[in-house]
Each structure stands twice: as structure tokens, then as C-alpha cells.
């Protein structure tokens, strides 16, 4: 009988026992994986701190001058806990705000102006366009049949 009442007790609370669900609401579980993507990227703009018994990710709730907006963290993220919102040609991340660049060739928009510039600046790279994935395949494949065709 005890057992029945601590049971739904605890399942009111979201607590399930031999589970890794602990809360109902999502928290970091410290494993790192947005901090080492963003020093592997050569930003490091996202640091550890320790919050009580968790620790969270994050960037002293601050908009970080260093974050450049590349989505790398929300993409590693096992938990699915960093958020962004991308909104009328605008990404919202960390709450710093970014420019998304539009693709010359569709019009949709694609990915922060300043990951962009990044990105080519490291590469040491003139584009000749700004253009999505999907156009750059397509933009690929024509130049590369193109090739073949000389061949």
C-alpha cells in the first residue's frame, strides 16, 4: 500500500526510479560536447558553470562576443537543450542576435553572415557566390558535368 502512494508521488514529480529521466524539465548533463565543437571550431565561446548540483553550458548569459552563430553547439547537443530561433532572415542563439545570409540562387536563407565570413576568412577563400547547400550541389553537379563532358 505504501509503496502504491510513494510510487504515484514520484511519477507526479517525474521521477522515474532505474531511469536517467530525473526532472521534467531538461538539463545539461555536463558532457561537454558544445564546448569542445566550439574550441575545435577555434572559437571557444561557450564555457562550463557550475549551477548546484548540474552543470550547464552556457555563456554567462551575456551575448558572447566570440560566438559566431555556426549552430555547431545546437547540432552536437545530445539533450537537444540548446535552442535557437530563426525568424524573418534573423537567428537567435545564445541571446545574441545574427543576420542570416540569403542564397543567391533560391532566395531561402541559409546560415549567419558572420559564420560565413568566417568560414572563407579561415579558408583563405574568395566565394564566387553565397549559396545554400542544396544550390551548391546543384551548382556542382553542372560544372561537373560540364568537366566530364570536355573529357
Known sequence: MKFKKLSKILKSKSVILGSHKL?????????KLCVKICEEM???AIIMKNIGVFNKADIVNDPSRQCIGCMMCV????KNIIKNID?????????????????EECGEYYAAEEYIRYVYNRAGIIP???????????????????YVCKL
Open 23 to 31: 526532472r521534467k524539465e531538461k538539463f545539461c548533463g555536463s558532457c
Open 42 to 44: 577555434s572559437i571557444g
Open 75 to 78: 547540432d552536437v547537443c545530445p
Open 87 to 103: 525568424n524573418a532572415g534573423e537567428r537567435e542563439i545564445w541571446n545574441k542576435k545574427f543576420k542570416l545570409a540569403r542564397c
Open 128 to 146: 564566387d557566390k553565397f549559396i545554400c547547400k542544396k544550390c551548391k550541389r546543384k551548382y556542382s553537379a553542372k560544372n561537373t558535368k560540364k
